[in-house]
């Protein structure tokens, strides 16, 4: 495998006042892939070696990605000890090869009630453009009309600093739902990884994750966390 990557990154930020700040960019890569895979499997069957090709590719890719994003931050003051924070982004993205174009829509409120607590909560959607190895099928060929697997999350948050003795310590807790579409499912044979090259499945994701930590000795953090996740794929075929 052989890969040569240009890249091209333009990043600004805008800053209205101390409460409104615009961040923006765009970027555009150009990869180029070859590829020249060849392999097998050889059995040893009483002392006889049988040699098995099973994956045979040879090919030339070249894939842009084409990508612009913006962000805007509101932060106002609601009293002397409690905060607002409201971030909106967009995201689009492009690629030529598949001739693939996503909008990306994305929130995140923190509401600080008081110094010590901090509740947040995020949603959006992330799609990630397919790289060359999830194109590639068991038989070694490419599909060059895979589309990006999606994922509609929504998180939410808590963060509580408080004192244990003379020690300080922060509970942090979070529960998520994640819905999956567009899934290109793969399998795993010890280090190996073969994805199915296709958007033939579907799931979502659930769970909670509860965290305590602190400095029970001076200069050394400890933590307990407790974690629940349940997670669900269903073919279409």
Known sequence: LYVDVTSFDAKATTKYSSHNTTRYGASYNIESFSVNANEWELLDSAGYYVQNHFLR????LSIGRASAYATHLWSPYISDTSTLGVELGLRWTYNDLTSESIISPRLHLRYR?????????STGLYANTPMLKEMQRIDGTF?????????????FGMDHDFQMGEKPFRLTAEAYYKRLTQVNPY???NVKIT????????????GADVRISGELATGVESWLTLSYLKAMEKHDS
């Not at 590719?57 to 030339?60: F, I, N, Q, V």
């Not at 009630?113 to 909560?121: C, H, I, T």
């Not at 599909?143 to 998180?155: C, D, G, V």
Request: charged share 15%; hydrophobic share 35%; glycine share 2%.
């Open 187 to 189: 399998s795993i044979s």
């Open 57 to 60: 590719a040879t090919r030339t």
């Open 113 to 121: 009630p008081q110094p010590s607590m901090a509740l947040r909560f």
């Open 195 to 206: 994805y199915m090259a296709d958007n033939c499945a579907s799931g979502y994701a659930y």
């Open 143 to 155: 599909n060059t009309k895979l589309k990006a697997q999606r994922e509609w999350h929504y998180i």
